[in-house]
């Protein structure tokens, strides 16, 4: 079973730039894409950025494209979101998922469904 753990939240100011990062254990984290997903309070868990198992391809939800970027040092075990320009709206419960298939790229990368592997979520707040 992988264990993710995710770090990086807290408080911040609108327009201010903070980076979460997810730290996998196991030695098959290289073989796997990677979601960050959030949830804000009342609202259904959305979709934010993803990447395929070898960095070549990064997705992005509309609501976050330009501001925010995905990344991952397989040496490390370890996924990044930095997050430029926040808003309020970016509010949320942010979690990390791993897809669970090895070497594997799919096209419904935005489906929660897609990933096997959850961590417990981290709690962020930009206040205006």
């Known amino acids: 079973q992988v264990q993710l753990v995710e770090s990086g939240g807290g408080l911040v100011q609108a327009g201010d730039s903070l980076r979460l990062s997810c730290a996998a254990s196991?030695?098959?984290?290289?073989?796997?894409?990677m979601g960050w997903f959030r949830q804000a309070p009342g609202k259904d868990r959305e979709f934010v950025a993803a990447?395929?198992?070898?960095?070549?391809?990064?997705y992005y939800a509309d609501s976050v494209k330009g501001r925010f970027t995905i990344s991952r040092d397989n040496a490390k075990n370890t996924v990044y979101l930095q997050r430029n320009s926040l808003k309020p709206e970016d509010t949320a419960v942010y979690s990390c998922?791993?897809?669970?298939?090895?070497?594997?790229?799919?096209?419904?990368?935005?489906?929660?469904?897609?990933?096997?592997?959850w961590g417990q979520g981290t709690q962020f707040t930009v206040s205006s």
């Open positions: 998922a791993a897809d669970g298939r090895p070497y594997y790229s799919g096209a419904k990368y935005y489906r929660a469904q897609e990933y096997r592997y």
């Open positions: 196991g030695r098959t984290f290289s073989r796997y894409g």
């Open positions: 990447i395929s198992w070898d960095g070549s391809r990064t």
